[in-house]
């Protein structure tokens, strides 16, 4: 069975959602996953199908048109000072478009607090028949494969699994020995994408501060294979599972345009692929 890819949006932050899609199905990606539930960052233009109709229209006419299915939304997080309440309108206005899945992590080491919040909103996307995935990043509150896991088990609840992003499991010192290992059931799709070496050769940076590891995961990530990360390891880890393009790269986006880069994502992804072995 071919591989299944979707454009993520941070892979060319900016670009509104019906622009997304058509570049995804010009590209040849198998679906989108779009950023609707804002991140609140400076100078971040906010796509809310939930709070304006006739963008909801616009992407329910270019999901159509183009074929192209949405596969998640973003970015559901766990934070004290973030309202969930703006989540339920959002999981509901993805629903209706198709999405099967939403996005999210957790900025808090109250764990009490964070399994309890993060309940409520897995039982606000359950309303809707989304699945609710909990990326695991060495600088937030769950921080590395262990974590996550320990928080799907004291949720309890069937509609959530751990997200793997290749770039932050390698900086969390994950192994594809330790992926293996872990059940399948926990897994339900990956964040793709490569990223450099720390001072001292190792893709394990210890310092969760260390401005390489937030200026590569922001803006400076690498096409597969042009990194450090055992991505084939990792994925060869996991089920079959849909892979998200999650590759920001503002000097790749500068030299190719938006598009050029995305391509580039999806191009240098599956020959990396079929260069280790990977079906």
């Not at 999405?99 to 109250?110: E, F, M, Y």
């Not at 499991?169 to 059940?183: D, I, N, S």
Request: hydrophobic fraction near 40%; include cysteine; glycine fraction near 8%.
């Amino acid at each position: 069975m071919a591989r299944k890819f979707s454009l993520a949006y941070l892979t060319i932050p900016g670009v509104d959602p019906v622009n997304q899609i058509k570049m995804a199905k010009e590209i040849g990606y198998d679906f989108v996953s779009l950023r609707t539930i804002p991140m609140h960052l400076p100078g971040e233009p906010e796509f809310l199908p939930q709070k304006d109709p006739e963008l909801f229209e616009a992407i329910k006419k270019a999901l159509k048109e183009y074929d192209m299915p949405l596969m998640d939304i973003e970015l559901a997080r766990i934070r004290p000072d973030l309202d969930i309440e703006e989540y339920r309108p959002a999981f509901e206005a993805a629903a209706k478009l198709g999405a099967t899945d939403v996005l999210g992590s957790v900025w808090s080491r109250d764990k009490a607090w964070y399994t309890d919040t993060a309940g409520k909103v897995a039982d606000y996307a359950k309303e809707f028949g989304l699945k609710f995935n909990i990326e695991f990043l060495p600088w937030a509150g769950v921080r590395n494969l262990q974590e996550d896991i320990t928080l799907i088990d004291d949720l309890g609840r069937d509609n959530v699994f751990v997200m793997v992003d290749t770039l932050h499991a390698g900086r969390a010192g994950v192994t594809a020995k330790e992926l293996a290992r872990t059940p399948r059931k926990y897994f339900n799709f990956i964040h793709l994408c490569d990223g450099p070496a720390g001072p001292d050769g190792d893709p394990v940076l210890d310092n969760i501060k260390d401005d390489l590891m937030l200026h590569t995961a922001r803006e400076a990530r690498y096409y597969p294979g042009e990194g450090v990360m055992d991505i084939a390891g990792m994925v060869k880890a996991m089920p079959e599972i849909p892979l998200s393009i999650e590759l920001p790269n503002l000097k790749e986006i500068e030299a190719r345009g938006q598009k050029g880069h995305a391509a580039r994502c999806l191009e240098t992804a599956k020959a990396y692929f079929k260069a280790n072995g990977i079906e």
